[in-house]
Structure formats: structure tokens, C-alpha cells
């Protein structure tokens, strides 16, 4: 029974790797969509397109999340902590997700300084924040902000916005596999638990990363924010 258990999860997860590569096909051919027809199509459509493209885009981003916790739990991750030059990764994220900011007409900012580097998995790291500027694009009346610092010997990195914030059940619930689903606004948790995981991968001299969430910030939202020692 043990081994027909390891095999359904190594064919769901061949199953899930076949559905991102598809869905990234298609957000190709729908962002092609978009930059043709921009001029011909009212504000209204545009809008309703670029909505449909950040909904697969989310989706694609929970598909790689998944994979990735199953690598994790496999042990076949291929972890490759390293220095970082922060400010080109946030810049990178932000010029990604420029496009999609664009149809709400959300302005995201960065602020990081020049000479902030720090040493972790980038493509790990790179996902947690995609997911953080994923969540406060739902959230967001129209301004999301990124800010990287080094504090107490740790690198902190904050996502804010100037939405309504977290609701106190979620600020009460902890970040864990178990923490529920919720059938009302469809959350699975998925991408805080991808996080909270992520972050205590990353230790040193006796530390581990951290994920937290709050509500203040600049801008009285929601702060997503992950340190990392």
C-alpha cells in the first residue's frame, strides 16, 4: 500500500508539471491577445482580459508551489543558496509584473538599497514574493509597495499595500498545513504554507527564516513579511 501511495503522488505530480507547461501556453497566447488588440477593444474588455490573464498567472504560480513542495518533501529539490543583489531581484519582479499592474492601474514601488545583498535559494526566494505581490494585487485598493532592509543581523522583506488587511481570523490562525480551507473565499492557504516552508529552509548560525503577516505598514494594509537570517 506504502508503494501505491508513492506512485499516485510521483503521477500527480507529473500530471500537475504537464498542466503548468500548458497553462503557460496559454498566458503566452493570451498576453499576444492583449498586446493586439489594446487599441481595438473598449476599456472594459482590456480590463476583463487582463484579469483573466492574472487569474492564470495565479494559477500557474499555485501549480509551481505545489511541485515545489513536493521536490521539497522528496528531498530532490535542488537548493542553491547563494548572494543576492536584492535590489535587481525585486526591480525584476516589479518590471514582470508591470504589465498585469497596468489593468487595475495599481502602482507597485520598490525600495531597497544598492548595496543590499544577502545569501538564499533565488528561485525559492523569487517565488515567495511572487506570491506576496499575488495576494496584495486581490487585496490592493491601488498601491503596492516591496521594501528590503537588513535589520537585527536579519534581511527583512515587507509587501504592503493600502487595502482593507487581513481579516483577525487569518492574523489569528497559524501558517501551517493544517490551518483549513476556506469554502467561503476559496483560500487553501497554499501560498503561505508554500512561504512559511520556504523561510525555514533558510537558516544560519542557529536562525531560521521567518513568514509573518500584519496590518499597518505604510500604507495601513496588509504586510506580508518574510525575514531571513
Known sequence: MEQEDI?????IASSIHDMKNSLNIQIGF???????????????MRSQLGHTIYEASRMNVNLIQILSLYKLG?????????EQSLKEILEELAL????????????????CDDECYWYFDRDLITGVLVNAVNNAY??????????AQIRDDMLEIRVEDNGTGYSDE????????DRGISFATGSTGLGLYFSSQVARMHKN????GALSIENGGAYGGGCFVLTLP
Open 170 to 177: 487569518m492574523l489569528l490562525e497559524s501558517i501551517t498545513a
Open 74 to 82: 522528496k528531498s530532490i529539490y535542488p537548493i542553491d543558496i547563494a
Open 30 to 44: 493570451l498576453e499576444e491577445l492583449m498586446g493586439e488588440c489594446k487599441d481595438k477593444v473598449d476599456e472594459s
Open 138 to 147: 486581490n487585496y490592493t485598493t491601488d498601491k503596492i509597495h516591496i521594501r
Open 7 to 11: 506512485n499516485f503522488s510521483d503521477f
Open 96 to 111: 514582470q509584473n508591470q504589465s498585469i499592474m497596468a489593468y487595475k492601474e495599481i502602482t507597485l514601488s520598490v525600495t
Open 205 to 208: 548560525a542557529g536562525k531560521l
